[in-house]
């Protein structure tokens, strides 16, 4: 029983800097790695920007999109910069997780997406 919430989509125009949000709730024992992910329209879902012991970036957005995450509220954040119209997408927040339920056993959670869209 995990949720993951995301937050901080919207209309942005070329260029801008919005920063996305993840929660993750529930009775979770610890969290190993976080992620985003993206999907646009017609195309397959792919792996933005990962946190665990390292930090991993697609081709595409590095040196524009930076990762974080606050270990004590199991928040991950991504900052992004200089957005381009390529980047629309609905973004999706991904979890390595243990739950109090079965600290033996790792489990993935995914949240319900936010919609970045990319005006120019």
């Known amino acids: 029983q995990v949720q993951l919430v995301e937050s901080g989509g919207g209309l942005v125009q070329a260029g801008g800097s919005p920063r996305l949000s993840c929660a993750a709730s529930g009775s979770i024992f610890k969290v190993n790695k976080m992620a985003w992910y993206r999907q646009a329209p017609g195309k397959q879902r792919e792996l933005v920007a990962s946190?665990?012991?390292?930090?991993n970036y697609a081709g595409s957005v590095r040196d524009r999109f930076t990762i974080s995450r606050d270990n004590v509220k199991n928040v991950v954040y991504l900052q992004m910069h200089s957005l381009k119209p390529e980047d629309t997408a609905v973004y999706y927040c991904n979890a390595d997780l243990v739950l109090w339920e079965n600290i033996a056993r790792a489990r993935t959670a995914w949240g319900q997406g936010t919609q970045v869209t990319v005006s120019s």
């Open positions: 946190i665990g012991g390292t930090t």
